[in-house]
């Protein structure tokens, strides 16, 4: 049963997804789930060394390094899946999306529970990092390459490095990974200080213009003087760079 849902999911979050077959026989992160799924039943049964060679073996394979203490729910889907890693004690829920290139790693040298849990329904960008005993609440998405170092709410969208996270989920469909579509706080924040600057300018230039120039020229040429700056500030914050 648990390998039906496992496929099932494949065919619910891959349009590129075209018939059983290919799904079965191609499909890496759904070879490293199955593979998975062996390796930490025999780690339950504290079989030595056995365990740690097929999850080994797994990666050689898939490109996938998922550690047979790690719990994997059902119908989790790891698409495309190269250079994921997943630790020991990591726990995700069921029906989550991993893409390429993520990791929930640890973030200290101590045993015990060190890694991070996903609840159910989490998506998780390509080349995320979500690092330390935290946890992901259900029906989150982590933007890629987001480096997340706390505990996120359900329905959250977290975003940027490190992570900020937004309460902002409802604005999004639930069945589209849309990650075009996620805000950004650090644009949001620079626009707003950008947009107080204009007021301060014009503050002060009016305050100058009372005590010593008649007329609005002077606030006219200040804010002539501050275009391109104005300008470039926005073509940064809309990716232009620097």
């Known amino acids: 049963?648990?390998?039906?849902?496992?496929?099932?999911?494949?065919?619910?979050?891959?349009?590129?997804?075209?018939?059983?077959?290919?799904?079965?026989?191609?499909?890496?992160?759904?070879?490293?789930?199955?593979?998975?799924?062996?390796?930490?039943?025999?780690?339950?049964?504290k079989i030595p060394v056995l365990p740690r060679l097929l999850s080994h073996f797994s990666r050689f394979i898939t490109g996938i390094e998922i550690h047979p203490g790690a719990k994997i729910g059902k119908g989790v889907f790891i698409d495309h899946g190269m250079g994921i890693v997943i630790g020991?004690?990591?726990?995700?829920?069921?029906?989550?999306l991993i893409y390429q290139g993520v990791t929930l790693g640890g973030t200290t040298l101590k045993k015990g529970k060190r890694h991070p849990?996903?609840?159910?329904?989490?998506?998780?960008?390509s080349g995320a990092k979500i690092l330390g005993d935290i946890r992901i609440g259900h029906h989150s998405r982590i933007g890629s390459g987001s480096v997340v170092l706390k505990s996120v709410p359900s329905h959250s969208v977290v975003v940027g490095v490190p992570g900020r996270v937004l309460h902002e989920q409802n604005n999004f469909d639930q069945k589209v990974l849309a990650h075009n579509k996620l805000p950004d706080p650090v644009f949001k924040m620079i626009h707003e200080l950008v947009d107080r600057l204009i007021d301060l300018e014009k503050t002060v230039a009016q305050l100058n213009q009372e005590k010593k120039v008649s007329g609005p020229k002077k606030e006219e040429k200040l804010l002539e003087l501050e275009k391109p700056f104005i300008n470039e500030m926005y073509n940064f914050i809309d990716g232009a760079g620097i």
């Not at 059983?20 to 799924?37: D, F, N, T």
């Not at 849990?117 to 960008?125: A, I, K």
């Open 1 to 45: 049963m648990g390998m039906i849902r496992d496929i099932q999911s494949v065919f619910k979050y891959d349009p590129a997804a075209r018939n059983i077959v290919e799904v079965v026989l191609a499909y890496p992160g759904l070879h490293a789930i199955w593979s998975h799924r062996i390796s930490h039943f025999l780690w339950k049964l």
């Open 88 to 96: 020991e004690t990591s726990e995700v829920g069921d029906e989550c």
């Open 117 to 125: 849990t996903l609840e159910s329904h989490v998506v998780v960008g």
